[in-house]
T-cell receptor
Framework: SAVISQKPSRDICQRGTSLTIQCQVD?????MFWYRQQPGQSLTLIAT?????????ESGFVIDKFPISRPNLTFSTLTVSNMSPEDSSIYLC???????????FGQGTRLTVV | AQSVTQPDIHITVSEGASLELRCNYS??????LFWYVQSPGQGLQLLLK??????LVQGIKGFEAEFKRSQSSFNLRKPSVHWSDAAEYFC??????????????FGTGTQLKVEL
C-alpha cells in the first residue's frame, strides 16, 4: 500500500491567516482526495485533487476557501484560507492507486484556529 | 445520493467478548464498502473491504464483515475483542465513477470501549 506523509501534523493558527498542508505519497497514484473531520464528527470529502487541472469540489466547499494544487502524481497541497475557529478540524489526505482500489489515508493534520 | 448509517455511537464490551458493529448503507448500484479504524490522534487504517464476490470478507487484526444486499448492511465482527481494539470505527461506501475508494461517504462512527 502507498505510504502517505502529511505536513504539518498539527498547527495552531491565528484567525484570518492561511495554512498550507502538504501530502506526499511514496508512489504515483491515480487519485488524491482531501477530507475534513470536524471535532467529534465523521469525515467529509472536500475535493478531488486532479493532476494538472483544477480540483473538483464537493457541495459546500469552494476553491477560494480551500485552494488545492496537484502538480504531479505524488504530491498535493490543501490551503485553508482566511481561517476562522470553525475551520478547526483534522484534515486528511487520501489516495487511490488506481481504479477499483481501496483508499489509504495519511495521518492527518490537526488544525486549531484561535 | 449515497449514505451510511452506523446506529451505535458508543459500544462497550469486555475484553474477550465478541463484537458486532452495525453499518447500513444506501446506494443505487453495487457498493464498494469499507471499514476503517481510527485510534486517538491517528489517521484511518483500513480494516477490510468488499468489492464483489464472497460476501464474507476477512480483514486485519482478526476482523471480518458480512455483506448482505437484502438488508443493505455490512456489519463488522470480531470473535474476541482485545483491549487494543478500543478506537473509533468508521463504515464507508465508495461512490465515485472509477469505483473503489474513490469519493468515500462515511458513517458517523462507532466509538468502541473495551473493559478489562
Amino acid at each position: 500500500s502507498a505510504v502517505i506523509s502529511q505536513k504539518p501534523s498539527r498547527d495552531i493558527c491565528q484567525r484570518g491567516t492561511s495554512l498550507t498542508i502538504q501530502c506526499q505519497v511514496d508512489s504515483q497514484v491515480t487519485m488524491m482526495f482531501w477530507y475534513r473531520q470536524q471535532p467529534g464528527q465523521s469525515l467529509t470529502l472536500i475535493a478531488t485533487a486532479n493532476q494538472g487541472s483544477e480540483a473538483t469540489y464537493e457541495s459546500g466547499f469552494v476553491i477560494d476557501k480551500f485552494p488545492i494544487s496537484r502538480p504531479n502524481l505524488t504530491f498535493s497541497t490543501l490551503t485553508v484560507s482566511n481561517m476562522s475557529p470553525e475551520d478547526s478540524s483534522i484534515y486528511l489526505c487520501s489516495v487511490c492507486e488506481g481504479m477499483n482500489t481501496e483508499a489509504f489515508f495519511g495521518q492527518g493534520t490537526r488544525l486549531t484556529v484561535v | 445520493a449515497q449514505s451510511v448509517t452506523q446506529p451505535d455511537i458508543h459500544i462497550t464490551v469486555s475484553e474477550g467478548a465478541s463484537l458486532e458493529l452495525r453499518c447500513n448503507y444506501s446506494y443505487g448500484a453495487t457498493p464498494y464498502l469499507f471499514w476503517y479504524v481510527q485510534s486517538p490522534g491517528q489517521g484511518l487504517q483500513l480494516l477490510l473491504k468488499y468489492f464483489s464476490g464472497d460476501t464474507l470478507v476477512q480483514g486485519i487484526k482478526g476482523f471480518e464483515a458480512e455483506f448482505k444486499r437484502s438488508q443493505s448492511s455490512f456489519n463488522l465482527r470480531k470473535p474476541s475483542v482485545h483491549w487494543s481494539d478500543a478506537a473509533e470505527y468508521f463504515c464507508a461506501v465508495g461512490a465515485g465513477l472509477t469505483g473503489g475508494g474513490n469519493k468515500l461517504t462515511f458513517g458517523t462512527g462507532t466509538q468502541l470501549k473495551v473493559e478489562l
